[in-house]
């Protein structure tokens, strides 16, 4: 099993995470924003990630510390979880509809972080979380796991809607590209190494 745990504490957040690639979607989420909460549910949920995930931040002064924060822990658990990338797919993309909203989700477990994020979200606040978050959430994952992700809006008006499918999609893009294929000796990579 590609499991592990990881604590990061600082004078901004504290945060406790168990994260399981092999797992059956199961999650038990506390960060103190409830919609967070939710599409993290639903990332484990499509991703099949067991996911353990405590946050306490400074919800008094934002979200964006909490939210930045749980990205990079999950990056880093990711990361760890994923070791040498010995047999991995090691690519996912996912196009994934939610009602009138369509989202195209790629990822590459390259070790190279980047993110090309191409959202429009009508809404500024969902429940007291702050959709520009999205894209900071994303960036700190991709930056601690080593991903090379590309998020695209192709429709969708509802902000609710299009999130949702982001969340989603990145769970089974991210399900995609970390399964083991028998096939791969090694690393996928004619470098010999993904990094």
């Given at each position: ?96 509809p ?18 090309a ?27 601690n ?18 999130i949702e499918a982001?969340f ?28």
């Amino acid at each position: 099993m590609r499991e592990t745990t990881i604590e990061r504490q600082t004078g901004e957040t504290r945060i406790y995470a168990s994260l399981c690639l092999d797992g059956e979607g199961n999650s038990t989420l506390s960060t103190g924003i409830g919609f967070f909460d939710h599409m993290l549910t639903l990332w484990s949920k499509h991703g099949l990630i067991d996911l353990t995930l405590k946050a306490e931040g400074d919800l008094c002064v934002d979200g964006h510390h909490t939210v930045e924060d749980c990205g990079i822990v999950l990056g880093q658990a990711l990361a760890k979880c994923l070791g040498d990338k010995q047999g991995i797919r090691r690519y996912g993309t996912v196009f994934l509809p939610m009602d009138e909203a369509l989202v195209m989700v790629s990822i590459d477990i390259s070790g190279r972080p980047f993110l090309a994020c191409d959202l429009e979200l009508p809404a500024a606040n969902l429940g007291g979380f702050e959709t520009e978050l999205v894209e900071e959430f994303l960036r700190a994952l991709v930056v601690n796991a080593g991903l090379t992700l590309h998020v695209k809006q192709m429709a969708g008006k509802n902000t609710h809607h299009i999130i949702e499918a982001v969340f989603k999609a990145l769970g089974r893009a991210l399900d995609e590209a970390t399964s083991l294929d028998p096939r791969v000796k090694g690393v996928p990579s004619t470098k010999g190494v993904l990094v």
